[in-house]
């Protein structure tokens, strides 16, 4: 039965998002805090604006598969999608875009599987055509403004040569953030992206909005990939404090009893973070946020200032324990001043009563088991409330792939997956078992302490009164297996 006119105007007017994540494939793997597709939101809230109505599907945490998921987009008859993606699910964003196309559905990439193609289409002449069958479009770069350029230019007229440009990996696209709508969470979604771990410091809160206030971040370590970051380039673009302080009042409205602010470089400007934070206590907002931080940024003048307008949580990105491999990585130029500072700084979250994730990396190039061993005594040393270890990872788009031999890089493009939590390429000389040992005995050093085990149960004895907070956290990972991380965008 063909279509009629208003359903064609409706389809035309109507796309998707979707984030794919390969976590989907597992119902049991290393917990990890779920972060909202920022940037996807970022669009769907441009695309609002221009009566572009979409819904998003977010693949992290839902255990469908792409077949299942393409099956439910065609019903939905959208006119494009739009597919965010990483390194460690190239092959099922291929699957899903080939899909769709079929379905004359047009498909648009976005993320850091786009610089990935970009970098395997200049390798391998037979993923030209491999991309090509999935995608349309890609944009490089920062999506948020490009995108909602670009989408309202397709729905214009599809033929139009502008949207030519598109097609290949030419830019790479900065940001425009000056007149970025505020991204929209729902209810759903506010419980869904919740930090999940036990905090003594924010034991109420349940629901939490993210807002990033900047894109850019000016240092150069080897191993930075757009996988695990949130903006690109090298460039800081900051957006104004009192439109921050504008979205943050209009997220409480809506509910969001905390703020997770989600730039890589939140405290890089010091002039940008002391305004923010003087017009959060000025503005009296009173909302408990976390965010993430490196330590050679913060100082006391900075944490007692964040403390005051809220700061509960910090996640910090220590990586090792060894100055050598603090060099090696390029994280700083000095590796003992750095751990000089780590130290410090925990030493001053203790004081201003926040909490900390301390981020560590094993497996960085000419990595030791004694430099392992370092990163252990530093970890147990300054006794974050957690701490995150994951697995130096050759990215295309780090650094260090660009350094590796051809025949390295061959073998790393055969591999069927390469992730933080579960990477198996190293090029530290130690058998994937001793590695996946080393990796285990990382965390139960640190976790499996009497000392540790006491402090937790300490700090965290509303778990014991709230008996109701692990069945809780339970229910909301069995609802968003059910509603399978799709959000309507009808608000
Ligand atoms: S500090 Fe983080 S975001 Fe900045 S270059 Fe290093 S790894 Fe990348």
């Not at 349940?206 to 970051?229: E, F």
């Not at 709230?466 to 956290?473: A, G, H, T, W, Y």
Request: with cysteine; hydrophobic share 35%; glycine share 4%.
């Amino acid at each position: 039965m063909g279509l009629s006119s208003s359903e064609i105007n409706k389809q035309k007017g109507s796309g998707v998002l979707i984030r794919v994540d390969r976590s989907n494939h597992s119902w049991i793997s290393h917990p990890r805090h779920k972060h909202p597709p920022l940037d996807l939101l970022f669009i769907q809230s441009g695309l609002q604006k221009i009566k572009c109505s979409t819904y998003l599907i977010d693949m992290w945490g839902n255990h469908h598969s792409i077949e299942k998921i393409s099956k439910h987009i065609i019903s939905t008859h959208v006119f494009f999608a739009i597919i965010k993606a990483y390194s460690w699910c190239i092959q099922e964003t291929i699957a899903l875009g080939k899909y769709l196309r079929n379905h004359n559905i047009i498909t648009i990439a976005v993320g850091q599987h786009v610089h990935c193609a970009s970098i395997l289409c200049k390798e391998k002449k037979s993923f030209v055509n491999t991309w090509s069958t999935a995608f349309d479009y890609s944009i490089m770069g920062n999506p948020e403004s490009e995108c909602i350029r670009f989408i309202s230019q397709l729905l214009n007229d599809s033929d139009n040569v502008s949207c030519k440009r598109y097609q290949h990996f030419q830019h790479t696209y900065e940001p425009d953030i000056k007149d970025l709508p505020f991204p929209q969470f729902t209810y759903r979604m506010m419980i869904d992206y919740a930090f999940p771990f036990p905090v003594s410091q924010l034991n109420h809160i349940k629901k939490w909005a993210y807002i990033q206030t900047s894109w850019g971040c000016p240092h150069n370590c080897l191993h930075c990939s757009g996988a695990v970051r949130k903006s690109y380039g090298k460039k800081l673009y900051k957006r104004n404090p009192s439109t921050i302080i504008e979205e943050i009042r209009f997220h409480i409205q809506k509910g969001a009893q905390a703020i997770c602010f989600e730039d890589d470089a939140l405290f890089t400007d010091k002039d940008h973070i002391r305004l923010l934070l003087q017009q959060m206590q000025q503005k009296s907002l009173n909302i408990p946020w976390m965010a993430h931080a490196r330590p050679d940024e913060l100082d006391e003048s900075i944490l007692k200032s964040a403390a005051s307008s809220g700061l509960k949580l910090l996640k910090i990105g220590v990586e090792s324990g060894s100055p050598k491999q603090i060099e090696i990585i390029e994280k700083a130029t000095c590796g003992k001043e750095w751990i000089a500072q780590v130290k410090h700084v925990f030493k001053l979250l203790k004081q201003f009563k926040i909490a900390s994730v301390a981020m560590f990396m094993i497996g960085t190039p000419e990595e030791t088991v004694s430099d392992i061993d370092r990163s252990i005594s530093l970890a147990r040393d300054i006794s974050p409330d957690y701490i995150q270890v994951q697995r130096f990872t050759p990215y295309l788009d780090t650094r260090f792939y660009q350094t590796l031999s051809k025949k390295d890089r061959r073998t790393i493009n055969t591999l069927s997956c390469y992730h933080y939590s579960f990477n198996k390429w190293s090029d530290v000389g130690m058998s994937e078992k001793q590695f996946n040992h080393y990796h285990i005995h990382f965390y139960r050093s640190f976790y499996l302490r009497v000392s540790f085990i006491m402090k937790f149960l300490k700090k965290n004895k509303f778990l014991l009164a709230q008996k109701s907070f692990l069945i809780e956290r339970l229910k909301n990972v069995l609802i968003n297996h059910n509603h399978g991380g799709l959000y309507d965008c009808s608000m």
